[in-house]
């Protein structure tokens, strides 16, 4: 499914879904105070969604008005989903309410995720700031991205996940957003992929499953072969992983700073371009300084709250981390991001503490 807000004018909103099924035509539910009251099929055909292949049809463009809800333009508070997955596409808010929470910020960000997982807290203690919210946002289709990033209408608007940052540079500076990354140590981070890899072996081997993973159905199944606690065992895992695993697995930071699509090799030179491109994100903080971090994120966006606490990580995955800080191929395979974090870590240490 893609979808995108184009406008909300209070009498009446406008976007677009188009549904999975290709010859289905899209419908998206209002829904108020948690009661679906509204029910509105796509009227509009777009041959655009026919030219790139999304849609047979082109019929994806709705628009809800008074006549759908009545006294549209007066209701504060509303959702619309989509019929079919139940995704949120778009959420009003009052811009001004009350208590803290509901004194949104008037600005688009982006949440760079360089971590394997989400950055919950993170965007947890951000969700209720911004009218509308999209996490995940690494596996949208690249022409939403570009959409959602170039949008007006789509301020107060957070976005988080894990994307190539290069690509979408130009659109950040154009639409003014304010840009964000949370940098890992590197060995804890190599040490949550390999868990998040374990973790999905059992997905690798369910035959109706395993699409799930994409490319990293082998280098999950290929993780249950070895010992994670065990050094000669790991030795032996990092001279046979498959192809896709070592691509998850090497300087994954710095891949995520220099390239500009997720084939591209690393080379020498990649390092040198992700300092460059790591100075110009707005904000940029480390894990071991989680509370720096957040400060900063909450003064760029006239945030005034208390400072979340980051959640720890497994007792497993720091054993592993350990272990591997000691073994020359897990070095080999993050020097790159081990000078990004040594030198955004000296850098924060420096200014937070001061």
Known sequence: MRFLL??????????????????????????????????????????????????STGQCHFEIRDTDVPGLAGIERLEIYDVDTNVLVYRRLPRQGPSDLERLTDKKAVLINGHIRPETVVQTALFPYFRQSYFGIGRFPDEILRAMFDTVSLDSCLMAGSIIFPRYEGHFVQSSALTMLLVHDPFVELASRLVWLRERASIAANPEQHWRLGNLVEAAAFTLDYDFTDVKSLKRLFRMMPEPAYHLLYNPLTRLLSTHVPEDRLMPASSIIAVEVLSRIDIVGHRDYFEAFMASVFHGLGIEAPLPLPLPFPNETLALAELLRGMRFARDMLVYDTVLSDAVRASVSKNWEA
């Not at 184009?6 to 406008?14: A, C, F, K, N, P």
């Not at 108020?32 to 055909?45: K, T």
């Open 6 to 55: 184009s406008s909300d004018e209070g009498d009446v909103i406008r976007g677009w879904v188009v549904p999975d099924n290709p010859v289905a035509v899209s419908r998206v539910s209002v829904c108020i105070e948690g009661q679906r009251v509204a029910e509105v099929s796509a009227i509009h055909r777009d041959p655009t969604f026919i030219q790139l292949g999304w849609h």
